[in-house]
């Protein structure tokens, strides 16, 4: 799926979520709902001085802010590259919004540095 052809989500859908954003992130949200609801998406990780390396993310999908999302990213079709992280929904559409905003600039499909920092555990 292109992020170009990304839905928005239902405004009932996003109703819930405005509080936890602000400015230009609350403009990206209905899109970031929408993604979310997909429950999956492929892309590219971004190495410094080296390939990319193709990534599938998949995470649970619920309707309320406080519910857990669990986040499952294998990367390069490999079993063993199969990373998980738990985080509450509102801070994981945040990740989403952050990638369709690079997404706009760059024209990638990736998650923020930040997002694998808490990925591969150097966050709490």
Not at 11 to 40: H, N
Not at 68 to 89: I, K, T
Not at 95 to 116: E, N, Q
Request: charged share 25%; glycine share 8%; aromatic share 12%.
């Amino acid at each position: 799926m292109s992020l170009d052809k990304l839905e928005p989500a239902s405004k009932g859908a996003v109703a819930v979520y405005i509080p936890y954003y602000q400015g230009t992130k609350r403009s990206i949200l209905p899109f970031a709902i929408g993604l979310y609801q997909k429950g999956s998406i492929e892309g590219k990780r971004s190495v410094e001085g080296g390939e990319d390396i193709p990534f599938v993310a998949t995470w649970s999908v619920s309707t309320l802010p406080s519910d857990l999302s669990r986040c499952r990213v294998q990367f390069d079709g490999n079993a063993e590259l199969s990373y998980e992280v738990m985080m509450p929904n509102f801070e994981f559409i945040g990740c989403l919004i952050d990638m369709l905003i690079h997404f706009k600039k760059a024209r990638r499909t990736d998650f923020s540095k930040k997002f694998y920092r808490k990925l591969l555990n150097y966050e709490s």
